[in-house]
């Protein structure tokens, strides 16, 4: 991973769902920190594993520095520093707009207005779009040597990639510009059946709404230019040199054709493809392929007891198939993503929760090749 990651400011790691993404960014984001770089890992998830695996009790929209001593007694020296945040996409775009108001009038006018708060959330990429916006900003503080990001599953993903061009799009589109036009709809919607409907609208709940449409489409006519110049930014941030992506995948059939869907999809975008993590791989031991086990040598092993004995050996003939489909998984990824080193992390003992798990993980991510394959012949059955 350290070489993988050599020379890189920005670290985006994609995937499916529930392959362990989450985990296997706070492990990046750790290891990196422990060779000294200064790294924040950033999610826009939800969900409580990032924090959880930090020992954090809870993430907020800003970066937060984690406490090095949470890794003491684990193997773990920060000689850097690790800081971890997750995203709260409202919050964002409130901070964006912040930025690229002209003026504090302008600002307040806008965060204040009724339509701009339930736009906000409900502008198609809008989420992702105020993600990577503060990836851009991350990025361009220079707070941060490497900044490591968790993304949502891959088809997400690939509304995160997106997103610029989108949100973009939005605000150039012919029905805003309508809007923005002195003699557009935004003049005429007060013709005399609208008017009716805005006026009766004023009476019942006290809101009016023509007015708030006003404010709203007239302040944000100053901001647009931002937008559009942002919007640039961040686009050219997903495909610059300094920026990769890691797709982050298991064995199983649906999360191996997402990785594969998405490294397509980097491709035709022309992305930066970093390298490939498959997770939770059964590892089978040299000369093991057969079903076939020797129940009575197990027995003797288990001090004479042939039920355990059967029991164990159903237990090792299921891994083994499962340890096959594996195996046909990672020549498949490896060929398809034309990846001839995946890093490969085996199924390891529980979820991976905290600290000794992204220990465990930090391990195989971390090694060297000759390191990763004895680690995989230790977990091997």
């Known amino acids: ?118 736009l906000s959330g409900a502008v198609a990429g809008s989420q992702e779009f105020t993600a990577v916006a503060k990836l851009y900003e991350l990025d361009r503080s220079g707070l941060f040597d490497v900044i490591v990001l968790d993304t949502p599953p891959s088809r997400n993903a690939l509304d995160f990639l997106d997103a610029p061009d989108r949100l973009t799009g939005f605000l150039e589109g012919r029905a805003l510009r309508l809007f923005l036009a002195p003699s557009g709809l935004a003049a005429r919607v007060v013709g005399r059946g609208t008017s009716v409907v805005f006026s009766v609208l004023r009476r019942v709940t006290g809101v009016d709404l023509m007015d708030d449409l006003s404010v709203f489409f007239s302040a944000l006519s100053g901001v647009m230019d931002g937008f559009r110049e942002r919007a640039a930014g961040v686009k050219a941030l997903l495909s610059d040199p300094a920026t990769t992506f890691l797709i982050v995948t298991s064995p199983e059939r649906e999360p191996v054709e997402e990785a594969i869907f998405f490294r397509g999809k980097l491709r035709e975008a022309s992305m930066p493809f970093g390298g490939l993590v498959i997770n939770r791989v059964h590892p089978l031991a040299d000369g093991d392929a057969s079903d ?90």
């Not at 290891?31 to 409580?48: M, Q």
């Not at 964006?96 to 302008?106: F, G, V």
């Open 1 to 118: 991973m350290s070489e993988l990651l050599a020379g890189k400011r920005v670290a985006i790691c994609a995937g499916s769902g529930g392959v362990g993404k989450t985990t296997t960014s706070a492990a990046i984001a750790m290891g990196l920190a422990a060779e000294g770089a200064r790294v924040c890992v950033v999610t826009i998830d939800p969900a409580r594993r990032l924090a959880d695996a930090l020992g954090i009790e809870q993430l907020g929209s800003d970066p937060r520095r984690v406490d090095d001593a949470r890794f003491e007694g684990h193997g773990i020296a920060i000689q850097g520093e690790l800081w971890a945040m997750m995203l709260d996409p409202k919050h964002t775009f409130d901070e964006l707009i912040e930025q690229l108001a002209p003026d504090e009038k302008t600002r307040d006018e806008i965060l204040a207005n009724r339509i701009y708060r339930e």
């Open 292 to 381: 076939e086990v020797d129940e009575t040598a197990l027995a003797a092993e288990l001090g004479g007891d042939a039920a355990l004995a059967r029991k164990v050996a159903r237990t090792l003939r299921e891994f083994r198939v499962l340890a096959r489909r594996d195996s046909a998984s990672v020549a498949r990824l490896t060929r398809e993503l034309d990846e001839p080193d995946p890093i490969l992390v085996p199924h390891l003992d529980g979820d991976v929760h905290d600290v000794d798990g992204l220990v465990a993980m930090h391990r195989h991510l971390f090694a060297d090749a000759a390191r990763r394959a004895e680690l995989l012949d230790e977990a091997a059955f």
